[in-house]
């Protein structure tokens, strides 16, 4: 969803030049040709490392707080999935744009309109309920508990069936014109990741209406090791200090040099105006309370409370890269700024732009919705793939 021109339609001597010269390039290859001319590549994102998708149940059910999802199993229908998952056919297929009887593909994901019983061991889970953001190490909370626990015969000890713990992917739904590697570049992850995790074929191919889960990134290990503690006296030898290899030099405060300034006379013109402070960075898209702060892995942006219909704002000037909707139809828009970053205005109502607009800061985009217990918008930055705290921009 990010705005794109026409592909170059050079002629077939100009690219295979191209191709010649990305492949004597460092960098992977970009394949649409989209980096020639300084133009947008999608070098970048294909370094993106990905984790891997959640294993579902044995209904095939992938449950996150706020959607489930259905993968599908080689040779079934719409129909076969409805039916595994307790839903009426005709439902699930209005709400991913398919007739119930259309085969499949092994791996596809269905998105459920309402929620169904949630996965636990009973259903093949390895754990009971949606898969929550962890904000402890789960490890390490298990590595003591089973440390600090006296031995117990193996016939008594007790199956303990936890919740799941993750990151909740954006949920995107296709819309006409778009492909698998334009929404690829829009969230900076590798279409190949994009396809693993929705089980797209080899074509790479979408339909309008199609609900794709975005690839979250990979936890990095960390790199490195501790350093090596020594015992107390022992290692690099104390450092001689400078004044001891050389003396300090010749003291010349003492007697200020001609044409000092009177300490008793003011040195400014108190009438004088002072330098204007620098403005933010980006301005609140609504002026109103912040009734909820950035929280990694929780909340990934803030959300502004405001009166409802109060216009929302862009926050910096930029360029309109996608405008979608939620599961609930509640519209969501993305522009993206200079820098690789991307400002995303959540539970607004009133669209006021489309697709590729440019906009300045400041510019009305939307309005709040009409409802004092929805009026707030919910605003992330992001630095292209992950989310960014707002805060800093904002001051």
Known sequence: MIPT????????????????????????????????????????????????RPRPDARGVISYPNYQVAVAKRGDTLTDVATRVGLPPNELGRFNGIE??????????????????????ATGAIG???????????????????????????????????PQTGQ????????????????????????????????????????????????VARVAPPTGQAAATTAPGSGSPTPLPPSAAKPLPDDDTANPPPGSPDPDKPT????????????????????????REYAKGRNEGIDIKAAPGSPVKAATAGTVAAITKSADGVPIIVIRHPGNLLTVYANVDQVQVAKGDSVRRGQSIARLRDSDDNAFVHFEVRDGFDSVDPGPFLK
Not at 268 to 291: E, F, N, R, W, Y
Request: net charge negative; with cysteine; aromatic share 4%.
């Open 168 to 215: 909740e992917p954006i949920r995107h739904r296709v819309e006409r014109g778009e492909t698998a590697f334009t929404i690829a570049r829009l969230y900076q992850v590798p279409a190949k990741s994009l396809a693993e995790w929705n089980g797209l074929g080899a074509d790479f191919a979408v339909r309008e209406g199609q609900y794709l889960l975005i690839p």
């Open 268 to 291: 400014a013109d108190v009438g004088q105006t002072t330098a204007t402070a620098k403005p933010a960075q980006m301005g609140l898209p609504v002026q109103g309370s912040i009734i």
């Open 128 to 162: 009971t309920g949606p898969i929550q953001p962890s904000s402890v190490d789960v490890t390490t909370l298990a590595g003591n508990a089973i440390d600090n626990a006296a031995p117990t015969p193996a016939s008594t000890v007790p199956t303990a069936s936890l």
């Open 5 to 52: 021109t026409p592909r170059m339609r050079a002629p077939l001597i100009l690219a295979t030049s191209g191709l010649l010269v990305l492949a004597a390039c460092d960098e992977p290859l970009d394949f649409d040709l989209r980096g020639i001319g300084g133009g947008f590549s999608t070098a970048e994102a294909a370094q993106n490392a990905t984790a891997d």
């Open 100 to 121: 119930p009887d259309v085969p499949l593909r092994s791996g596809e994901i269905i998105a459920l309109p309402r929620r169904v019983a949630e996965p636990s061991p």
